[in-house]
């Protein structure tokens, strides 16, 4: 039984091995996998290693400043950060189909994390933070007949394409074990604690259209579900928490008027590596704090409900 220093220990050597005097690129998405990768990877080879942080403007509030911040200022690791909100929002204008979205997101990140890549001058190698469950559930997802659920955005594709070898020295973790090789790194709590966060970011939480406005208001209310949860000391004993802007509207009253508004779904759930999840039972006064707090505070969402769907037969995300 290895212990993460020791797994580290071994990773580093494994790094030097594989990548020699190469150089080494490395895209970040904001999550924990792609960070720990980076640091460690950064603790093999140093500035061999340079990231790329494409910022879709898909990211929740506050998350892109973070991870610049703890790249840039608490370890100096070289880091591109591209921001490409206009992009990404102008090619998701009229796309609703699910995995339209997502082919769409992951290719034009692939794009712009290409173009920056030989901006920088190239490498011979690229860096994931693939964890072991990502490994399975793009092979095969329901055991039976492979059929594809959901197309998981990472950069597969880019290393072909590129030319570019894989460094990816997570394969064989599950998330908690992640988070322990992180805090090994020295990487802060708060930060290998948090929720997973996919790939296509914000833009699968919003069924239907995705816009600049229904981002904002995602953000938003997201943020104050969040808050509460931490307020509520119930951050961690949950898996993965968050809201999601429905394109549909109803009809309530506010002050002396009517409104017609957009509905809002909160999610959370348990779970050991994503792949099978339970709802969180929220005391029913925690949520109707949460609802109130969100059709009070946010403007556009005059409606809460609480998905109680485990997966299966739900999946985690809505599309
Ligand atoms: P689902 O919705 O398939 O999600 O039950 C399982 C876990 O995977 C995350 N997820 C993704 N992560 N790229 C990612 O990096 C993606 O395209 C993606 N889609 C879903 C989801 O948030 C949950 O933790």
């Known amino acids: 039984d290895w212990s993460m220093a020791e797994f580290r220990d071994a990773k580093i050597a494994e790094i030097r091995e594989q990548v020699g005097d190469g150089r080494v690129i490395c895209g970040l998405s904001g999550g924990v996998d792609s960070a720990v990768a980076a640091v460690l990877i950064h603790e093999a080879i140093g500035d061999q290693l340079t990231c790329v ?154 069924p239907g259209e995705v816009s600049k406005d229904r981002c904002d208001i995602l953000r938003k209310a997201d943020s104050i579900y969040l808050a509460e949860i931490r307020n509520a000391g119930l951050y961690d004993a949950i898996w993965q928490a968050f809201a999601v802007l429905l394109p549909v509207r109803t009809v309530g009253v506010m002050g002396d008027g009517r409104t017609y508004d957009h509905v809002l779904a909160l999610r959370a759930v348990t779970s050991t590596d994503g792949m099978t999840a339970e709802i969180y039972p929220f005391p029913s006064e925690f949520l109707a704090r949460v609802a109130t707090r969100i059709v009070n505070e946010v403007r556009g969402v005059n409606r809460v409900v609480y998905d109680y769907t485990s997966k299966p037969p739900g999946t985690i995300e809505w599309e």
């Open 53 to 206: 942080f494409v910022d879709h403007g898909l990211m929740r509030a506050g998350e892109a400043e973070q991870v610049v911040g703890l790249f840039r200022n608490s370890y100096n690791i070289p880091l591109v950060h591209v921001q490409a909100e206009t992009l990404f929002l102008n090619g998701l204008k009229g796309v609703t189909d699910p995995e339209a979205k997502r082919k769409f997101i992951g290719k034009t990140f692939i794009d712009v994390f290409e173009e920056e890549a030989k901006k920088i001058g190239g490498a011979e190698f690229l860096a994931q933070g693939t964890l072991y469950p990502d490994v399975i559930e793009s092979v095969s997802f329901t055991g039976g007949p492979s059929v594809t659920i959901k197309s998981h955005h990472n950069v597969g594709g880019l290393p072909e394409r590129m030319n570019m070898k894989l460094v990816e020295p997570l394969r064989e973790l599950f998330k908690d074990e992640v988070r322990a090789l992180g805090q090994e790194l020295g990487l802060p709590k708060a930060f290998v604690g948090r929720h997973p966060f996919p790939g296509p970011g914000l833009a699968i939480r919003i």
